[in-house]
């Protein structure tokens, strides 16, 4: 069955502090993963996508990373800041029965406290 | 240059009433689509359209219709409420229909619909 996991399911931590986000998924064969951001009470905006031959890509102080050997995908997010409490989406992108599927993790409810 | 614009922001509504949720985008986008959210699930695919005259089902499409008559325009609507279809319903377009996820998604800020 094509899953999307995220972890952990929601994250507390302090503003200015570091995170990492993992994202793992069983898609396959994969196309793309992308990272979505969702803000309370808005619809999610795309931060970066990933295709199966980038290990890396940075966008501000979010770094995304893509292991498609393990499955596996982390967002990185440097010196946090309150604007960054939201949630995070991944959604991975591949084929099954030879028709497209795009697949939404559950994502992960991040706070920032000041 | 507004986006995707979605309306109602909030309904509530009684069982068995029906309405529609309005989407609409201005960015000549071919590719439209409608998901529900609900809490500890991903955004699932309720219907979904390549283009004008277009449309088919996703994930979860009973109990909901859709038309696209035009490119700009992609209604929802529910024909007989239900209290399972209470939910965060998101409007998504993209640029192209072939590889719609190639080019991301523009979401709709949602609409909240509760059904009593």
């Known amino acids: 069955k094509n899953q999307v996991e995220q972890s952990p399911q929601s994250l507390i931590i302090l503003e200015g502090k570091n995170c990492t986000l993992q994202?793992?998924?069983?898609?396959?064969?994969?196309?793309?993963l992308r990272w979505y951001k969702q803000d309370t009470g808005r619809g999610p905006v795309s931060l970066t996508i990933m295709t199966f031959s980038e290990n890396t890509k940075s966008n501000g102080r979010y770094t995304a990373t893509l292991d498609a050997d393990t499955k596996q995908s982390s967002l990185h997010i440097t010196a946090s800041q309150l604007s960054d409490s939201a949630s995070y989406i991944c959604?991975?992108?591949?084929?099954?029965?030879?028709?497209?599927?795009?697949?939404f993790g559950k994502g992960t409810r991040l706070h920032i406290l000041p | 240059n507004a986006g995707v614009t979605q309306t109602p922001k909030f309904q509530v509504l009684k069982t068995g009433q029906s309405m529609t949720l309005q989407c609409a985008q201005d960015?000549?986008?071919?590719?439209m689509s409608w998901y529900r959210q609900d809490p500890g699930m991903g955004l699932r695919l309720i219907h979904y359209?390549?283009?004008?005259?277009?449309?088919d089902q996703g994930e979860v499409p009973n109990g909901y219709n859709v038309s696209r008559s035009t490119t700009e325009d992609f209604p929802l609507r529910l024909l007989s409420a239900a209290p399972s279809q209470t939910s965060v319903y998101f409007c998504?377009?993209?640029?192209?229909?072939?590889?719609?996820?190639?080019?991301?998604?523009?979401f709709g800020s949602g609409t909240r619909l509760t059904v009593v």
């Open positions: 359209s390549v283009g004008a005259g277009i449309t």
């Open positions: 959604v991975v992108r591949g084929r099954m029965n030879r028709d497209d599927k795009i697949i």
């Open positions: 960015m000549n986008h071919e590719y």
């Open positions: 998504a377009s993209s640029l192209s229909s072939s590889r719609p996820e190639n080019y991301g998604y523009t």
């Open positions: 994202c793992n998924y069983t898609v396959s064969p994969f196309s793309n």
